[in-house]
């Protein structure tokens, strides 16, 4: 165990006060205002984390890197600024991996830093410890990857990583530290000198006027037309823009799941309730932040009223993205708006006029009719209270703790845990609901709690399936440690999809996807001092829940629930190739 070394060491031989490796990286840090880093102590990095924390940042130790990486992730999402995630070499850097494709994939500025082994003898394959081209194998993953090699490079290292991650379109970045560059020393005042405060790091992208006045042409020309706002739009933090655009057009809106409470969920310009009609039958769509990637069927097909799988729905795209590569992915985008979403809004909102036609009445009416069908027979389920509990009766609870707490952050996981949870329960406020992303990925829930209760400093309810929760869980003495606002609620099912598949042969193996029958979860958070309440019934589960938040302790809600409930694969149900409709 090192002991913390001085800010700055003084060498025999030199007055000349000198600096450090590892100081550097602090300093440069610190300069850019990154104030937490989310790691996993080790070989060659733990003395960062020692003198990190006792320079002030904050220093969040995992129990697990994916779930430091992934708390880097959102906390980047949160912020604008990249989340910073700490690893050893090889193994560490290897499980920081995925979440550092994650943050890629979902467009959320990230820097993964880890430690390396030494150069000369990885590239001679040599046999050092921990040996791996890190750098090679993060590239295809990362936004971008650089290599420190030198102390007085940290500054440009830092300072390149830093605006990777977060100009154009955020993603993630990889920042390779071998071991021998924390020891290398410099002298201070010229150490001082490489670091690089950075201006402006992401610079706004301001749309061109013609491109601006194209889209509201082709918008104007639709009869029924329709916003998809994605969680691009939620990341760019220009709420009241959005907002603006959409009332002041009077065009309906559907919210990408992590850009649900944009505007509220109740707002009634959302078309959230009458989804599967507004898809084929729109018209116009202007996409905001939002890719027609596979959560939107490519913008083809069925789904888009096409004739066949990959047959064209015939509507015209608008699409407001920062990404000049984005239009034309999947469908011909007619009027593509390339700059980020709050110059873009505002330049669309200068551009409306005072007299934009409301959509045609016919089109509202119908999407009304629609909406208020759907929410009247999602009530009538609701309302009900069958015994064992199941997922509606239990997220209806949630729906109304999260009505009377609007400013609680939500993490969302599973397959029908996540996608009943996203219809039933409302959002109110921009950037609370942050869930599986673009992947589908299991296994972001407690690291997203942890940072969401870090970066926002509000409570945070968590809603799991039994499986999901699987692949974090341990990070609940992470959460206990840091003595986080937590409230874990889940949906236990016994198993993967539901409880009851059986082994056909008969063998003493349960199904693949079946876990221990009555699984006591709650027992985990018990164990390292937080709350844990197993419950069986709405009533109980709002208790629990209220108790959680009123009290802001860590509090894992075991709520269970009849493990007949839920389906294969829940709402992708056509992404399954064996999948049965059960
Ligand atoms: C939505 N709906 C509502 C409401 N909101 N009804 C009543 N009231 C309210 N407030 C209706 C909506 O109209 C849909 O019905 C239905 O609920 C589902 O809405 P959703 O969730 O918006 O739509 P859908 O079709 O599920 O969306 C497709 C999707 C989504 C691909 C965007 O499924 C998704 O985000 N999936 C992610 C899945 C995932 O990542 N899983 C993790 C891997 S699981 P209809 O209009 O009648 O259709 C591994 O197995
Ligand atoms: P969703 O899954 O909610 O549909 P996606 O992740 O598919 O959202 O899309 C997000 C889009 O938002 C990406 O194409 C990305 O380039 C874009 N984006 C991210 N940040 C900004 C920003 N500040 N300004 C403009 N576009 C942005």
Known sequence: MGTVEPEVATTSEAAAPVTDGFQLVIDALKLNRIDTIYGLPGIPITDLTRRAQAEGLRVLAFRHEQNAGYAASIAGFLTQKPGVCLTVSAPGFLNGLNALA?????????????GSSEREIVDLQQGDYEEMDQLAIAKPLAKAAYRVLHAEDIGVGIARAIRAAVSGRPGGVYLDLPAKLFAQTIDAEAGKRTLIEVVDPAPRQIPAADAVARALEVLKSAKKPLIILGKGAAYAQADGEIRAFVERTGIPYLPMSMAKGLLPDTHEQSAAAARSYVLPEADVVMLVGARLNWLLSHGKGKTWGGKGHKDWGGQKFVQVDISPQEADSNVR????????IASCMAALNAALGAAWPKPPAEWLAAIAERRTKNVAKMAETLAKNPSPMNFHSALAVVRDIVKANPDAMFVNEGANALD????????????KRIDVGTWGV???????????????????????GDSAFGFSGMEVETICRYNLPVCIVILNNNGVYKGTDVNPTGGPDVAPTVFVKGARYEKLMEAFGGVGVHVTTPAELRKAMEDAIRSRKPTLINAAIDETAGTESGRITSLNPTAKKK
Do not use: W
């Not at 994650?102 to 880890?114: G, Q």
């Not at 985008?333 to 980020?340: C, M, R, S």
């Open 442 to 464: 299991m296994g972001i829930g407690m690291g997203y709690c942890v940072a969401a209760a870090v970066a926002t400093g509000q409570q945070v309810i968590a809603i799991e």
């Open 102 to 114: 994650h943050a890629t994939t979902n467009c959320f500025p990230m820097i993964l830093i880890s």
């Open 333 to 340: 985008v007619d009027a593509p708006v390339v700059g980020d």
């Open 420 to 431: 009943f949870t996203r219809s039933i329960v409302d959002m109110y406020k921009p950037r």
